[in-house]
């Protein structure tokens, strides 16, 4: 039976609205893979995240080993999603590193319901796309969330 991989991207919500898609799909954990947790956006820096998350039941984790490089965050920024997969495939996933942080997110993923979290509402200009599919070849099922 395959697992599901959840994905949601928090551009256009708030906290109450992310924490009430993310326990309505079942989600135990949020998996931060932003590079840089911080946001402008209330309520959704890497400590207020962790305390708002927790204050709803749910766990965190912030993977910075998955983010996307600023080069690749710049190509998404112009949709220039081929773009940004090419320079996220070259510069993360298909390093060593990035290949250890993709197999720890796999056994998290097999221990309890996760959803990775970026800030892009379309996960077609997300690099939690790729990792979702990255993640496929291991069995799991991506579910995008949109709160």
Known sequence: MAKILFTIGYEGLDLERLTGALKDAGVARLVDVRAVANSR???FSKGALKTGLEEAGLGYDHL???G???AGRQAARAHDAALMRKIY???VLDTAEGGLA???LSELARAVPICL?????DPA???RRVLAERLAANGFTTVDLLG
């Open 117 to 121: 979290l970026c800030f892009e509402r």
């Open 89 to 91: 495939c070259e510069v």
């Open 41 to 43: 956006k209330r309520g």
């Open 68 to 70: 996307t490089p600023k």
């Open 102 to 104: 993709l197999d720890g």
């Open 125 to 127: 200009l997300c690099h």
């Open 64 to 66: 910075r080993s998955l």
